[in-house]
């Protein structure tokens, strides 16, 4: 299949219409989104539907194209998949759509996962799922392209995921209004790739479960955006309570690189029984390169732990990753790798740093420990916005000198370096016009 976006294709799939006062048999509604083919394309399951279950209907659904897709409409009721032992697929131009979320209900458990496909996509559904694997997943070769799930509610109990991306995430995937509740994990990227979540709620909850507890979950190369929304635990779920256990809201593993953007998310992760060495973070960022990093804008980020666990921090960067806050509330940095963008970054240079440049968006409190030898930090010079800030502080009590030196042709008050030699000596540079500014 191809990697780019055909959208014509698209637009065949999603913008189906029956026409004015169009019905569909079992119901006595008028179905706003269906297709121009006519009702032979629409399939209801359930009682007083053309067909009793999910499977027959997919099996009718065969033939469904670009210029042919089905809806398979679930009326009212619970569908139950748990006698499944393997995954039911959801097949390319065929949306799995239920009346309401608050109305249908699919059970699901074991391997008898739902599996999503190319331009496929599901809707007002609430899926409960118990088992080891997932609810959802995407297990197929190759990329997963245009796909779109939507006002969906998933209860997952177990160890598994409530959805599981197993391979590349490509072009045109969308998360819409989803509430997971899950023991365990809401979403994994295992191979990376490119996710737009709008508006969802990831709930962790769970006792005495033996489980990771992440919201997000990326191992490999990702480029995410998460657009409002809540993760975390309490506030209308119980909290976890989950002694020996990690309570993570999105954690990027040591392999991931890309970027996470997140805008007005709200975020508390809480485990009432996390003992001394568990983690408790909204965002831990173990990458083991710099090319990995969180970005968020106006969010609201805290953990807790009533017992103080030693790795209770709201963001964490662990290794070499990176975490860019703008405009947010932030209770506790870990790992002092925090990067501000005129905002309020925490970050920490030393000796073992020397020759380290330092980038457009490292902006912030900059902490320099020279107490094992001078070096030196070069300001950045391109891409830098107007109004970007530097705060040094010397915090040593050495006379070790910590040289700030101006990039490429900017410079520091007319000066290509400033250095810093007193214990608690302080440098606040602001930019503007190709220049560093003392103030």
Not at 202 to 221: D, M, R, S, W
Not at 295 to 308: G, K, T, V
Request: hydrophobic share 40%.
């Amino acid at each position: 299949m191809s990697d780019e976006i055909d959208i014509s294709r698209r637009k065949a799939f999603h913008t189906f219409a029956l026409g004015a006062g169009a019905t569909v048999a079992g119901l006595g509604a008028s179905i706003p989104a269906a297709q121009a083919a006519g009702a032979s394309s629409i399939l209801t399951v359930g009682v007083g539907g053309q067909y009793a279950t999910i499977p027959q209907a997919l099996r009718a659904a065969a033939g469904a194209s670009a210029a042919d897709p089905y809806i398979i409409m679930l009326l009212p009721g619970t569908h139950d998949l748990r006698s499944r032992q393997r995954p039911l697929t959801i097949p390319s131009w065929v949306t799995l759509m239920g009346y309401h979320r608050r109305s249908v209900e699919v059970l699901l458990n074991g391997g008898g996962s739902i599996a999503v496909t190319s331009n496929s996509a599901i809707s007002d559904i609430t899926f409960r799922y118990q088992g080891d694997r997932a609810a959802l997943l995407h297990n197929a070769t190759g990329f997963l392209n245009n796909f779109e799930l939507s006002r969906v509610t998933i209860y997952a109990q177990g160890a598994g995921a409530a959805i599981d991306l197993t391979s590349w995430v490509d072009n045109e995937v969308m998360f819409y209004d989803l509430l997971i509740v899950t023991e365990a994990i809401g979403i994994a990227m295992q191979r990376g790739g490119f996710l737009q979540v709008y508006n969802s709620r990831i709930a962790l909850v769970g006792e005495n479960t033996g489980t990771f507890h992440c919201g997000y979950f990326f191992p490999q190369y990702t480029r995410m955006w998460i657009f409002g929304g809540m993760i975390g635990t309490g506030y209308g779920y119980p909290n976890v309570s989950d002694p020996g256990q990690h309570v993570v809201g999105i954690y990027c593993g040591q392999d991931m690189k890309g970027r996470v953007e997140m805008r007005s998310v709200w975020s508390i992760c809480r485990n009432e029984l996390a003992g001394a060495g568990d983690v408790v973070n909204c965002v831990r960022i173990a990458a083991l390169t710099d090319d990995a990093r969180v970005r968020a804008f106006a969010c609201y980020l805290q953990a807790e732990s009533p017992s103080d666990a030693a790795e209770n921090h709201s963001v964490h960067v662990v290794s070499a990753g990176r975490f860019e806050t703008h405009g947010n509330r932030v209770r506790e940095f870990g790992g002092l790798q925090a990067f501000g963008g005129a905002q309020t970054g925490v970050s920490h240079y030393s000796t073992a740093d020397n020759g380290s440049l330092l980038r457009a968006e490292s902006g912030g409190l900059i902490l320099l420990d020279a107490s094992a030898g001078p070096f030196t930090l070069t300001l950045a010079s391109g891409w830098v916005l107007e109004g970007e800030q530097y705060i040094f502080k010397k915090i040593d009590r050495t006379s070790n000198a910590v040289t700030i030196q101006a990039g490429l042709d900017w410079s520091i008050e007319g000066a290509k370096r400033r250095l810093l030699t007193a214990p608690n000596q302080t440098l606040h540079l602001r930019s503007a016009s190709n220049t560093w500014w003392i103030t």
